[in-house]
Every structure is written in C-alpha cells, then in structure tokens.
C-alpha cells in the first residue's frame, strides 16, 4: 500500500485542449488516465467539470527543443499555486499525432510525479496547522484482539496498548474521536510435524476506516503451545509490533520528513520461545 494522502479536497483535472494542443477527444483520454491513475492511488481526482471548493490540477504541454513535456500545475480552491511538477519528454511529432495508446502511456507515467507533489503539499498544510496530526500526537485506539488461543487476545491488547502508549500516541479507551484504530488478528495454522504458524496482522486504519498499514507477525511453534497463558511472549510480540505500528501512524501523521512516502514492508517479526 502506497501511504500517501492528497489533499482533503476532491482533486479536480482541467484538461484544456488548447494549452495542452491537442484535440477535445485526445484531451480527454489524456485527463481520465490521469485520474484513473490518481484515484488508484486513493487521490480523489476527476476529469469532470470542476465545483466549488476543489483543487485543481491544471494541465499544458510545453515544447522542449524537439520534444513535448507535459507539465502540472496544483492550485487550491482560492486559485492559488501550490506546486508543479512535470511528465516524461515525448517525441513531438509522437505527441501531435495524438494516439490514445501514446497519450494514455504519458498520463500513466505522470502519475507518480503528481502523487508525490499531492503528498508534498499535503505535508506543507499539516505542518501549518497546529491541529494537524504532525503538530500533535495521534489518538489511538486498539481494538480487541481476535483469533488468538489461550489467553492470547486479552494479554496481546492489553500489551499493545501499553507498548504503543510508551511510544507518544495517545492510546484511547474506546473508538470515539479517535484519529487511527489497530486491529489485531491471529491466525493459527497446522503444518507438518506437529507444528502450528502464528500469523498475527496489525491493521492499522483511520478515522474513515481506510486501512492504512498493517504489521504482519510470522512464527512457527510446537502446536497447542501457545494453548494457554502466552505471558513473555505477549510482552515480546507487543514490543516489535508497536513500533511497526508507530511507524504507520507517523507516517499518515506526515511526521518521517522527505521520502517518507513509500510503502512500508511488513515488520516480519519472530515470535521468542517459551519458558
């Protein structure tokens, strides 16, 4: 999962075929693969008409020596600037003959560029606003856990609730006006040799219930071990997997600084033996 967010408004693409010279039919291939490519994203983009309080991506084409780039513009809803990027030189003659297939390839690799300035912004508006989650601590709920044998699901929330409280957000009691909600989920699975695997997920969602991030927990165990009290390794499972965690909500939280827009792996974690 791609952890970026857009800016709260619907993002809204102004394809003009005159400042991108191309016809009306072409300008709109062009503006819908840009929005398709978006809203893949989890940008909330459309080549539509625009309405009041939306962003706006403005789009043109601009000449570079032999070559046409297409070129970005993001502008509020009061119409002001707020960054621009570019797409990858295309051949002129290639961009003037207008072929859905070549105009389509041009939207799809301009999408990441785009992306990444959305996520720019994004990052410049929360550091402004001192209510905004990089200027505060995250309020957090952790549900209860599901799945688990034995003593599993009480020990693992109550240790996860303490872990991550230790780490700076604001650990809740109940869903209510919280900014993220973590789920945890335990699988056991039989395997060879009188064996189980553990898969315990964290999934991390916001207040939208748009999952976020998930911490994925693997290990393999004697089976019917953990049948019982799981104790330490309650205690062990909840440390690694709060910091992944942690690592989810301060990246939505904008609060990882510059590239912190990429996916975060799965903190594959090894659960300890028992005592």
Do not use: C
Not at 132 to 159: H, I, M, W, Y
Not at 237 to 264: K, M, W
Request: charge should be neutral; glycine fraction near 10%; proline fraction near 7%.
């Amino acid at each position: 999962m791609r952890l970026a967010q857009p800016p709260p408004s619907r993002l809204a693409i102004e394809a003009a075929p005159e400042a991108l010279r191309l016809s009306a039919d072409n300008g709109r291939i062009f503006a819908d693969t840009l929005a398709a490519g978006l809203q893949a994203l989890e940008v909330p983009a459309d080549a539509g008409r625009v309405q009041s309080g939306d962003w706006r991506l403005a789009l043109r084409a601009e000449d570079h020596g032999g070559d046409v780039v297409p070129a970005f513009v993001v502008r509020d809803p009061t119409g002001r600037d707020r960054g621009a990027t570019e797409g990858r030189p295309i051949p002129g003659f290639l961009w003037q003959e207008g072929s859905p297939a070549t105009l389509r390839q041009a939207a799809a690799d301009a999408v990441p560029a785009i992306s990444d300035l959305l996520t720019r912004i994004q990052a410049r508006e929360q550091r402004a606003d001192p209510n905004s989650l990089f200027n505060r601590p995250a309020k957090v709920f952790v549900a209860a856990v599901t799945g688990a044998p034995g003593d599993g699901n009480l020990s693992l929330t109550s240790q996860l609730r303490g872990k991550l409280e230790k780490l700076g957000p604001v650990v809740q009691d109940t869903a209510t006006g919280a900014d993220f909600t973590v789920r945890g989920e335990v699988r056991m699975v039989a395997i060879a040799g009188r064996q189980q695997r553990v898969e315990i997920q964290w999934i991390v969602t916001d207040a939208a219930a748009r999952e976020r991030g998930r911490v994925v927990q693997l290990n393999e165990i004697p089976a019917g071990t953990l049948n019982g009290f799981w104790g330490d390794i309650a205690v062990v499972v909840a440390t690694e997997a709060s910091g992944g965690v942690r690592d989810v909500i301060l990246t939505q939280s904008g609060r990882r600084g510059p590239g912190s827009e990429v996916p975060i792996k799965p903190d594959e974690t090894r659960l300890g033996a028992p005592s």
